[in-house]
């Protein structure tokens, strides 16, 4: 007969092989030492997940209708970081991050005779666009925005380049999209494999890894412990699982 009181085992790899599970009724097991217990090559138990999703990915990749909603709002200034690569076949003006509402705070595209996407940046006032860098197709990289008092960009972690406007768009904007802008949408088509905002105290505020739960994509806010899914159509397509 399987015991009726807990059996509280603390075992190794070694000692879980040379019990009967048969007759065990239920098993303490340390932290880290198992993720799950087989009996005849069944699964009897497995660690439970405290996390809201089954696995971390290298990617979520938009096929030009999906986008998140970051859900945080534009009334102040900024910094935000985003790691990411476009794809060949974007068009004039697909975006990757930002808000159009009110004015402009965004970062989008501009489709180049020789097949290249030319990264801009729009800030404040129509006409105040300016270049970022002509991307290579399906090729990774970094951006980090500072408009906090002033305006600043870095690409791959490189020089710092300063940037003046006329205007510092303090009003209220709306939340900010990735992979996408805030009205008149237009997602990019894509990869996203991080994004990070601050508010303008310095204080992190959304750190975004890309997730799945099940075959589902999701950005996973480490602050906040929040899934934050696509606020377009279609679905994402998944990158591969970290190991």
């Known amino acids: 007969m399987k015991r009726a009181a807990l059996f509280a085992l603390l075992l190794s790899a070694a000692a879980a092989a040379a019990i009967d599970w048969?007759?065990?009724?239920?098993?303490?097991?340390p932290e880290g030492e198992a993720a799950s217990v087989a009996v005849d090559g069944e699964t009897v138990w497995k660690k439970p997940n405290p996390l809201p999703y089954d696995a971390e990915?290298?990617?979520?990749?938009?096929?030009?209708?999906?986008?998140i909603d970051t859900g945080v709002y534009d009334a102040e200034p900024y910094?935000?970081?985003l790691r990411f690569s476009l794809a060949a076949d974007n068009v004039n003006n697909n975006s990757l991050f930002g808000t159009f509402i009110n004015g402009r705070r965004m970062v989008?595209?501009?489709?180049?005779?020789?097949?290249?996407?030319?990264?801009?940046?729009?800030?404040?006032?129509?006409?105040?666009?300016?270049?970022?860098?002509?991307?290579?197709?399906?090729?990774?990289?970094?951006l980090r925005v500072h408009q906090a008092g002033s305006y600043w960009y870095e690409v791959n972690g490189g020089a710092r380049v300063n940037k003046s406007f006329g205007d510092d768009l303090s009003t209220a904007n709306?939340?900010?999209?990735?992979?996408?802008?805030?009205?008149?949408?237009?997602?990019?088509?894509?990869?996203l494999f991080a994004c990070k905002i601050w508010d303008n105290n310095g204080v992190l505020v959304r750190d975004f890894q890309p997730v799945r739960a099940g075959a589902t994509g999701y950005l996973y806010d480490r602050v906040s412990g929040q899934l934050y899914g696509n606020a377009g159509t279609g679905a994402f397509v998944l990158g591969?699982?970290?190991?």
Do not use: C, W
């Open 108 to 142: 989008f595209m501009t489709k180049l005779a020789n097949g290249k996407n030319r990264l801009q940046g729009s800030h404040g006032a129509v006409g105040n666009n300016f270049t970022f860098f002509d991307a290579v197709n399906d090729t990774i990289y970094t």
């Open 79 to 81: 910094e935000f970081f």
């Open 22 to 29: 048969r007759e065990v009724a239920s098993v303490r097991i």
């Open 174 to 191: 709306g939340t900010l999209y990735v992979m996408s802008r805030h009205g008149n949408s237009q997602p990019i088509k894509g990869k």
């Open 57 to 67: 990915i290298e990617y979520l990749e938009s096929t030009g209708t999906q986008f």
């Open 240 to 243: 591969p699982d970290k190991e």
